[in-house]
């Protein structure tokens, strides 16, 4: 059997105060048809990565509503990680080699994992194309049932044509098919019904909910960030789509004119993404020992409440990304009143209203010119921290997202 993620429980009514009452109710009501229904999510890993943060906060609400709901994790060894993560490049566009071989590794793992996944569901939402091909394998033993949801989080708009190809034969079978937006739909596939829905933040987690100064200066000295200078912060995997290189360039030009600033990378090793390790190491080397540059990962014991602490202490936040399925770590940081730079791409267009709520930006030049601004007028900071604030919450909070699926399940 394949492993089960433990999360603790976690009450919807808790959620009024930040979302609103009307929320509340509107997702009761919306969830009311569901209650007994068995939901399985899957996807392939429990931590690291955006998928796993929304599916922590999720499962346990789905629960909380009555709905029966469980999360599996598959298992695969390197090899198998390394093809997902190439597959994962190609959808987003990456022109990455891809033959008969590494199908057969992908084929060969699904297999396996299929035989481990639990039984008896109502509902299986299965996350990104690592799991993706399950669903084929089940249909060959005569073993599917239930309804299949494949949410998809990545933008397949303009992929390199061979995965797209080999992953639309993976997901012809589904009963539906989820997308954060309508426009990462590859074009010319047809089967699943279509639903558009954008990923969430919870605002009481660990991750984002409140933390006093204190803490959050005590979090800095842990890591040697000097608390009165200036913070420009970047939450990501490392991951060259998340371009970490041009960060740190985007910052050597703002230090121009702010000498004193200091840069934070902070990123998590997920076991799913090979690719991380190698890139660390490249950024390692980008940074040249500049010691007001900072590479921290879970590996420096970076968890939730770190992450909480430095996305609140940054006097501005990036998210240089070149592609982007969301991005939460916008939302997080908007959240938290900071104002956040985002590339001008994928999700981060959907939360970033640019010049209102943070700044879109299409290169390192026009990325260091925003932070300067940004570093040089605190009302700016102030009055778009403010606005990030407002737009997530009546945007992208969790609540919102667990409507959405409740009525996308509901009309399956
Ligand atoms: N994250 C974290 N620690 C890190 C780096 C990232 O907890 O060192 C979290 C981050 O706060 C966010 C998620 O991992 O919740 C990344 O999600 P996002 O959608 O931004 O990117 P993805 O990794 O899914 O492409």
Same mark, same amino acid.
């Given at each position: 059997m394949l492993p089960?993620? &433990? $999360?603790?429980?976690?009450? $919807? #009514? +808790? =959620?009024?105060? /930040?979302? @609103? &009452?009307e929320a509340v109710d509107r997702l009761r009501q919306a969830a009311e048809s569901l209650r007994g229904a068995r939901v399985l999510h899957v996807n392939s890993t429990a931590f690291g990565g955006g998928v796993a943060e929304l599916l922590f906060t999720q499962v346990a609400l789905m629960n909380d509503l009555g709905i029966d709901t469980t999360w599996q994790v598959i298992e695969g060894a390197e090899d198998f990680f390394t093809v997902t993560k190439f597959a994962h490049n190609g959808l987003q566009g990456a022109q990455v080699p891809w033959t008969p071989d590494m199908e057969a590794i992908y084929l060969d793992r699904c297999r396996s994992n299929a035989a481990g996944l639990a039984e008896g569901y109502d509902y299986v939402v299965i996350h990104d194309p690592q799991?993706?091909?399950?669903?084929g394998v089940l249909e060959e033993e005569g073993r599917r049932a239930g309804r299949w949801i494949w949410r998809c989080h990545i933008d397949l708009s303009a992929p390199h044509r061979p995965v797209l190809d080999f992953f639309t034969r993976r997901v012809a079978g589904y009963d539906g098919m989820v997308f954060t937006m309508r426009e990462f739909a590859p074009p010319g596939l047809t089967g699943p019904r279509l639903f558009v829905i954008p990923p969430s933040i +919870?605002?009481?987690?660990?991750?984002? @909910?409140?933390?006093?100064?204190?803490? /959050?200066?005590?979090?800095?000295?842990? =890591? @040697? *960030?000097?608390r009165a200078r200036p913070i420009l912060t970047q939450v990501s995997r490392f991951d060259p789509w998340k371009d970490p290189l041009g960060v740190i360039d985007a910052y050597r030009l703002a230090r121009r004119e702010h000498p004193g600033l200091q840069l934070l990378l902070v990123g998590s090793m997920a076991h799913d993404d090979p690719e991380g390790w190698h890139y660390l190491e490249v950024t390692e080397t980008y940074r040249e020992g500049d010691p007001d540059i900072y590479l921290l990962s879970n590996l420096q014991e970076v968890g939730?409440?770190? *992450?909480?602490?430095?996305q609140r202490a940054s006097t501005v936040v990036v998210q240089k990304s070149l592609r982007e399925g969301f991005g939460l770590v916008v939302s997080e940081a908007m959240w938290k009143e900071v104002p956040v730079i985002g590339g001008d791409v994928g999700g981060i267009r959907l939360q970033?209203? #640019?010049?209102?709520? @943070?700044?879109? $930006?299409?290169?390192?030049?026009?990325?260091?010119?925003?932070?300067?601004?940004?570093?040089? +007028?605190?009302d700016l900071r102030m009055k778009m921290g403010r606005a990030g604030r407002e737009r997530v919450r009546e945007r992208f909070l969790t609540l919102r997202e667990l409507e959405d699926y409740v009525r996308m399940l509901a009309a399956l």
């Open positions: 089960t993620v &433990p $999360v603790p429980p976690q009450h $919807v #009514d +808790d =959620y009024a105060e /930040a979302a @609103g &009452p799991p993706a091909g399950v669903l +919870d605002p009481l987690s660990l991750k984002n @909910g409140f933390v006093d100064h204190e803490t /959050a200066y005590e979090v800095l000295n842990r =890591y @040697g *960030v000097d939730h409440l770190e *992450v909480n602490a430095f970033i209203e #640019d010049g209102v709520s @943070g700044f879109l $930006v299409s290169s390192v030049e026009e990325c260091a010119e925003r932070a300067s601004e940004l570093l040089s +007028d605190p």
